[in-house]
C-alpha cells in the first residue's frame, strides 16, 4: 500500500468518481469533475437538495433535508410521504427508488456585455442511483444525526434522540454515492473581444449565504444560553 | 366586469391554480397554497430552478436559470444541450418535454428540543408540465430578456443584446403556469409538550441570502460606474 503522500497529488481511481454516460455532461465538459473530495465539499456545505423520482412515468423534483456519510447519503421522511412509500415497495418489484439527488450552491452572478455572455457562478452535484429503504436500526441512528448535523454541526448531540413512536413514523433511505459529478464555474465575465468597448459595466457580484442572530421560542427558559455550534455558524 | 376591490380578498378562482392530483401533497396540506400572488412572489424571489426531467426513463435534475413572464415561464441553453434538443422533439413524437420545475428559498433553520421536530422554514414552488421550444422570434426575445432581469432587475436594457448568431445557438422553452402548488413553512419550532423542560436550546436561526461588493472584471474601465440596479440589490 502506497504512502499516502504517494496517491495525495494524483487522480488515481480512489480519488475520483468513474464517468458513466450520464454522468459526462454534453457540453461545457471543462466545468465537470468526478473528484471525490470536491464533491464531499460541496455537498458538505449543504442541507437541502432537489429529489428527482418519477411518479406515474413523471418527473417530480422535491426539495428535501440530506446528511452525507463517508459515501452514502440519507434523505428521510414520514412513512407516509410518497417517494418514501414509493421506495419501500409499494407498487414496485422490490424495495428501491431510482432518483437524481442535485445540490446546487450560487457563489456569484456573472455580468457581462453581452446578454448571451451572462452566467452564475456556482458548484453543484448531481447523484443517479437507487435510493433505498434503511431498515437496521443501528444505520438508522446514524442517518438521522447526520440529517440533524448537517443542517448545524453539534446540534444531533444536543437534542432528544427519536423515541421508539418516531423512529417508526420515520422513513430513511439511502443512496451511495457511485454514479455522481460535480459541475462547476469560477471566475469573471467572458466577453468577446468585439464587446470590451461596450459601456456596459461588468464583473461578478458575490452571493453568499447568511445567517441571521438566534431566535429563541417563544417557550424557551430566557436564561438559555446560544449554544456554540449556533455562534459558530 | 367586478370592481378590483370586490374580489381582491377572496379566493376566486382567477386567483388561485387548481388543485390537482399532483399538486395536493400527502402529507402537511396545510402547507400547501395554489395562491397566484404567492407564487408569482415566490418565483419572482428567485432565478436558480431545479428542473427535472427523464433520460432512458430515469430521472434527471439539474440546476439552470428562469424567468417569469406573467404566467410563463422560460428557460434556454444551447440547442446541443441535452435536456433543450429532447424539447425540440429529438427521438420524440412532437416537440414537448414533460419537466417538474422547482424553486426553493430557505428561510430558517427550525430547532426544536427534539432531534424529530427538527425543520426548515421555507417556500418553494413546483410546476408540472411540458415545456414547449418557443420559435417565435419576439416571445424569444421577451423570454431571454425575462432571464437576464430575474437575476438582476433592470440588467437586460444595459448589456448589448443577443445577435443573430447568439440566437441561432440558444434554445427557448417555455412552461406554462397550469400545474403549480407552493409549499410554506413560517414560524417556530412544534415540541412536545413533554420535552419543553429539556435543556437544549431552541428557536429559529434565520437564513437569507446576501451579496457582496460588485467586482469589476479585469478587462473593465477602471471609471466604469457600478449601476444602480446592482447597488440596490
Not at 422535491?62 to 417517494?83: F, I, K, M, N, Q
Not at 438521522?144 to 433511505?173: F, H, I, M, Y
Request: aromatic share 4%; proline share 9%; net charge negative.
Amino acid at each position: 500500500m502506497p504512502a499516502p503522500d504517494a496517491t495525495a497529488a494524483t487522480t488515481a481511481p480512489d480519488n475520483a468518481y468513474t464517468p458513466t454516460d450520464r454522468t459526462v455532461p454534453t457540453r461545457a465538459r471543462e466545468r465537470a469533475s468526478y473528484d471525490r473530495e470536491l464533491v464531499h465539499a460541496i455537498l458538505d456545505e449543504g442541507y437541502v437538495c432537489h429529489l428527482g423520482f418519477l411518479r406515474d412515468g413523471a418527473p417530480v423534483v422535491l426539495p428535501t433535508l440530506y446528511g452525507r456519510v463517508g459515501e452514502r447519503l440519507y434523505v428521510h421522511g414520514s412513512t407516509g410521504a410518497r417517494p418514501l412509500r414509493m421506495a419501500n415497495g409499494a407498487g414496485a418489484e422490490e424495495p428501491g427508488l431510482q432518483v437524481c439527488l442535485t445540490v446546487t450552491h450560487v457563489d456569484g452572478l456573472v455580468l457581462a456585455r453581452s446578454a448571451f455572455h451572462h452566467s452564475l457562478n456556482y458548484r453543484s452535484v448531481v447523484v443517479h442511483g437507487t435510493a433505498r429503504p434503511v431498515t437496521d436500526p443501528a444505520e438508522r441512528g446514524t442517518a438521522l444525526d447526520a440529517l440533524v448535523d448537517q443542517v448545524v454541526p453539534g446540534r444531533a448531540a444536543d437534542s432528544r434522540p427519536a423515541n421508539a413512536k418516531e423512529l417508526a413514523a420515520t422513513a430513511v433511505l439511502r443512496l451511495d454515492l457511485e454514479e455522481v459529478s460535480a459541475k462547476i464555474r469560477t471566475g469573471g465575465p467572458n466577453d468577446d473581444a468585439e464587446d470590451l468597448g461596450l459601456p456596459h459595466w461588468s464583473g461578478v457580484v458575490p452571493v453568499a449565504r447568511g445567517y441571521g442572530a438566534p431566535v429563541p421560542a417563544d417557550d424557551l427558559a430566557p436564561d438559555t444560553p446560544v449554544p456554540a455550534y449556533l455562534t459558530r455558524l
